[in-house]
């Protein structure tokens, strides 16, 4: 029993090889499918990413079954994965090349219809993505930002309620001051 858990079916390289390939393959597709896969915005994304996971296992494991077999090929998978971090890290040039840049989907409030349709996004998905955000209204954003790595950058088009409180108090605070010194003057003439 024990022999048949570890003995390798197809050689070391192989098992090491495998795994290698069909990441680079999955790398390179997902960059060329876009940034939604990645946000898994809905529940047909999802799908796909799970059922390519399910795909691709006997790419990754041949016929082996055998316990060696998948520590191998784990190894193989975090090893490739671990050395074109490390890669894209000390380039960031390379880095740019295979990330991409982040697609603007509002500017000042209005959505960049144009950018949508690259993105294969709605503007419902990007609605829920807003309110998902703390925002009640497309106009409510000065600029959303779809990210490489699928994440979603939003900034506010008003100030928010904290920063005009703050405001409010440094400018309360700057009154007071104003009026300690008006009292200075007017106590020491």
Known sequence: MLDSMFHLQLT???????????????????????????????????????????????AIIGDDNSVTGGVVGAFSLLAINWLVVRMLF???????????????????????????????????????????????????????????????YIEARDPSIADKRHEELLAKIESLVQQVNAMRGTGAA
């Open 12 to 58: 070391l390289l192989e098992k090491v090889v495998r795994p290698v390939i069909v990441y680079l393959v999955l790398v390179l597709l997902l960059r060329l499918f876009g940034k939604r896969e990645l946000a898994q915005l809905n529940p047909f994304d999802l799908v796909v990413l799970l059922s390519l996971s399910n795909t691709v296992q006997n």
């Open 90 to 152: 000390r380039s960031p040039r390379l880095n740019r090349a295979l990330e991409g840049k982040a697609a603007v989907l509002i500017r000042e409030g209005h959505i960049d219809r144009k950018a949508l349709e690259r993105e294969a996004l709605t503007r419902e998905e990007l609605v829920e993505v807003v309110h998902r955000q703390g925002f009640e209204h497309i106009h409510d954003v000065h600029r959303c930002e779809l990210e490489p790595n699928g994440t979603f």
